[in-house]
């Protein structure tokens, strides 16, 4: 399982400098220490003081950026939460879910747990950008949950982990920047064998995003996809 050192919690343009103090505090409880902000509100709030009650301890080492897609480089696998079906992704997992998935990653793969603003949630282009979707279990007549009690979800569920000392055997899951080489490789060579005849292509790219998302795929894996389009390329230049 990987370090907590290495789990991440991003914060997508969180809106109420008082829910980024209530998370600070849920992060805390869970032993998480890793907060990134992206495009945050004014943190020089007084309410954000208050609701850490006091601990800025992790808001003074987070990470800041403009850009989800940078902020995410960094990390091996990159799991988006939402509260509603998103139809472009066939599986979403639970807390409990994501945290079985996060004991098979290499002690010390980065992980980043990706948490929407607080009125509308992540929109589909942040989606995109991750490689696994997961939403917490509620009602139906009240699904809606705050920012910082999501985070306290996914805290718990993962320091429940670490207290029960789960072994499973470590894989080594590749980075954004792999993944994002290889889905421009492959985009590359759909095109050259034609077969965006079938559809819109950014909607086909999406769905093999999706599954190939979900596999959290290896080094290795990608030298093989990688080599199979290489293979393809090869010979149609020489078709050609």
Same mark, same amino acid.
């Given at each position: ?23 600070? =505090? ?30 800025? *301890?992790?808001?003074?080492? #987070? ?43 290499? *002690?010390? &793969?980065?992980? #980043? ?14 989606? #995109? ?24 979800? @996914?805290?718990?569920?993962? @320091? ?7 072994? &499973?055997? *470590? ?11 290889? @889905? ?10 034609? @077969? ?10 999406? &769905? ?9 795929? &290896?080094?290795?894996?990608? =030298? ?9 390329? =090869? ?6």
């Amino acid at each position: 399982m990987t370090k907590l050192e290495n789990i991440s919690i991003v914060l997508v343009h969180p809106q109420n400098p008082g829910n980024i103090g209530s998370v600070l =505090r849920a992060m805390g409880n869970g032993g998480l220490t890793h907060l990134v902000l992206v495009d945050p509100c004014d943190l020089n709030n007084p309410e954000l003081k208050k609701m850490a009650v006091g601990d800025l *301890s992790i808001l003074g080492k #987070a990470k800041i950026y403009s850009d989800l897609k940078e902020a995410l480089k960094p990390f091996r696998w990159t799991i988006a939460t939402t509260r509603r079906h998103r139809r472009r992704f066939n599986q979403t997992l639970s807390p409990r879910e994501v945290v079985e998935k996060i004991k098979g990653v290499h *002690s010390q &793969s980065k992980i #980043a747990i990706v948490f929407g603003p607080e009125d509308k949630g992540l929109e589909n282009a942040e989606l #995109a950008l991750c490689q696994n979707l997961s939403t917490i279990p509620s009602h139906a007549h009240f699904p809606s949950l705050n920012l910082a009690q999501a985070v306290m979800i @996914y805290s718990y569920e993962i @320091y429940r982990a670490r207290i029960e000392k789960f072994q &499973s055997k *470590s894989e080594d899951f590749v980075g954004m920047k792999a993944l994002e080489g290889m @889905y421009g490789h492959l985009e590359k060579t759909l095109f050259q064998i034609g @077969y965006f005849t079938r559809g819109k292509p950014e909607r086909l790219m999406e &769905s093999i995003r999706n599954f190939l998302g979900r596999a959290l795929l &290896s080094a290795r894996d990608i =030298r093989i996809l990688r080599g199979i389009c290489s293979t393809i390329e =090869r010979k149609l230049k020489v078709k050609s």
